[in-house]
């Protein structure tokens, strides 16, 4: 693997996921893959789960790990190319990303959309311009329209879960009191098209993902019909991808009971968290056995791992 | 051990007092404990030697040692049972506790009080909910009423430096402007009770500390009375705990002077650290051979060191 | 070496430039020595290159690294001796320095100048009282008036890419929106002197360095005039140290543009970043061929590995 940006980066998704079920049952077997290699972790935005269990994948591969917060840690960067820095900006990506790939072999940055300018944040303008100017590959720790990592995990669990060989899968949407990203859905729906599962989308009318992302993909605005049968319901809440960031509304109908868990074929809930408890869904089916959202987070260390393994082979 | 959120946690106090002695000769002797093992440093709040010594002593076990500042790198945390997620926090202990769990072998946390809701702080609701919710043993580093690492760190420092087999210890209130925790207070006191000292408070009237923690310790309101003979001076503010979280006053006669040390057995002068100078106590006394801060600091890695080699020890 | 204050506490200058080649050779070669040596790194403002660049010098050597950032993470600290700390301070650099002594072997300070109290920053009064307090080697990741690490990178650099035995070396000044230190422009100063190389420093009238660091260097107030035949470029912005810390004006004619480059020897543009693009110099300048600030600032790793190479031979 070459970078780590989308899930388009994966070879084989089944292959992947083989290998990360693999490096679940013995952590340490590739501990010197990583020896006198360095990652560094760049965060732009807050990260509790992507923090701490790439750390801790890169740790059990036997690299180095230096972390860094850009917003107070570091100088406030430019990503305009030919601009005249005389405003608030103190360097350009163009040298940040330049240098940093001289002090790290692989580089793991997390940087959040705006919600507000779509073209900016349709081409990934952090991400991509660490991409274009660092000389060591890019791991995407969630960016403006993809979180690859938590998609991959995801994957990993539903095939740790599934009980039939092409389960059904449903993404719902779920409601919010603030406008989210659309990045976790977009990575997911991606993932479960390259996956053999039945996949549905379900959210309110206004709430389409981008189109080229969702595809061929069922949506289906009902979301009791929606959830008829399903063995996984992976659940999110995102803003309007065309009423740019905004949050139309946060119809309490659409939060996950038990009730609606009913409809399912003793569906597995999954989320990636944090999850904003009694608002996405009720303490009932979170506390429920067929809450798997700790499992799931768990997968989060392995999923990085095999990517950073897979990276450090092809360096 | 298990945990170590009290005092109460420590099985023989004699006993951990002599291995940690036993580590500061030789503080790489348990170096292949950790190995492959994580620690997980939760900070809440400031921290200077807890956050280094802390982190030098898991080190000295051989352990990865993962440090994350929860305001500004992660999300805010829920406590409340059942509360609907619709305002600032975004992520709820239950998750946050039970995926971390999975990424560190043991979780460290400094949380303080709110000095304002004191039924909040007497439940500990903070360390109690990581404990609650993490599958992992838990280290306090600092909560809202009890500071055990510190307790311990003050054990060691005595039973190092007293020349006499039972010396008198007289934990001494002094003035500060602002108000403070009773964390260091409470847990030298249950420390002390459990040591073969003479054993004496001193404070103001209205500073009376928690009694269900002081107990049959003797409270003494005249400070020069109290020092008489001391052959160790502990010294700290705290606020009122009748009056929770109120200054009373900041009365300079309690300040600690070389006058007030005449009177003692040539006491030691402690103190847990940072101190305001000439305000807690003058610099003559800070800066005299009496003053022994500065080793005490220094136990500071070996009571962690001890704690998480006695926790390493019972996974 | 005991310190790594200024560029005076080198030995040898050639012989340290000859050992960070080496070690840029092979960086893992004295890997052994600095194991179970702990590098405490405190940071009271901002840092990318220094963070990264000290932090990766120091795993090489095998060191443990204990990175803390002062502002958020800790105390704030007292400087002033005899202060009654009733304010807004909660430990004086007495205890912390003394502390952290006994955590880390090493302590690395970064602390930049106010810009205002001309005296203070003069005496040095973050970093000297370190080194006053603490009881191990300090090393200074850029203080009020000096950047030694960065001048002993650039020596190297200078080293690496010369094309003639005694290059013609120019410190120019450049515009820039904001009020800078001169920590830099001291140091790059100091080292030339050191240095077998013809050395001219090049300003608008007013930006006089502090003349007790430029002593004998011959000064020239015309840009096209320094230039003329230099090797090497050296560019950095300062604000005015006679009227102190005041930005007189951010003259656009200076900045390096390729019409200025036409006028050296084919000469390298240098600065130690971050740059800023349009202000300091031109794209068509870093992004060209002559611009060698991306090795530069890789050096920046074995500038930081040979101080703390020598550091621990010492110890």
């Known amino acids: 693997m070459k970078h780590y940006l989308t899930t388009d980066d994966i070879d084989s998704v089944p292959k992947i996921i083989e290998e990360a079920i693999a490096l679940k049952k013995d952590p340490y077997q590739a501990e010197q893959l990583g020896k006198r290699k360095t990652l560094g972790m760049l965060f732009f935005n807050s990260s509790l789960r992507t923090r701490l269990s790439t750390q801790k994948a890169a740790m059990q591969l036997g690299m ?33 990303a330049a240098v940093i790939s001289q002090y790290c072999d692989i580089i793991a940055v997390r940087a959040f959309p705006t919600l507000t300018d779509k073209d900016k944040d349709e081409e990934e303008y952090v991400l991509k311009s660490f991409q274009k100017y660092a000389s060591v590959p890019i ?31 449903v993404l719902s949407w779920a409601p919010h009191p603030k406008a989210l990203p659309h990045a976790v859905a977009n990575s997911f729906t991606s993932m479960m098209q390259k996956m ?67 409809l399912t074929n003793n569906g597995k809930f999954m989320h990636c968290l944090p999850v904003r408890r009694n608002v996405i ?13 700790i499992q799931q987070a768990n997968n989060r260390t392995f999923a990085a791992q095999v990517v950073l393994k897979q990276i450090l082979e092809s360096l």
Do not use: C
């Open 139 to 169: 791991v995407n720790m969630e960016s403006a329209t993809a979180h690859p990592l938590q998609a991959l995990t995801d994957a990993i669990t539903i095939t740790e879960l599934k009980t039939r060989k092409k389960p059904k899968v």
């Open 64 to 96: 180095q790990v230096m972390v860094m917060n850009f917003s107070g840690e570091a100088w406030s960067l430019e990503f305009e190319d030919g601009s005249v820095m005389n405003g608030s900006t103190s360097e350009h990506i163009r040298e940040a």
């Open 281 to 293: 869904v009720d303490d009932a089916v979170l506390d429920s056995p067929q809450s798997v959202v």
């Open 196 to 262: 053999d599962v039945e996949f549905v989308i379900t959210h309110p009318v206004g709430y389409e993902l981008n189109p080229e992302v969702t595809g061929d993909t069922p949506i289906v605005y009902d979301q009791d019909e929606a959830l008829k049968d399903a063995d996984f319901v992976y659940v999110k809440n995102w803003s309007s991808y065309k009423d740019y960031g905004k949050v139309l509304h946060s119809d309490p109908a659409w939060r996950i009971s038990q009730d609606k868990m009913a």
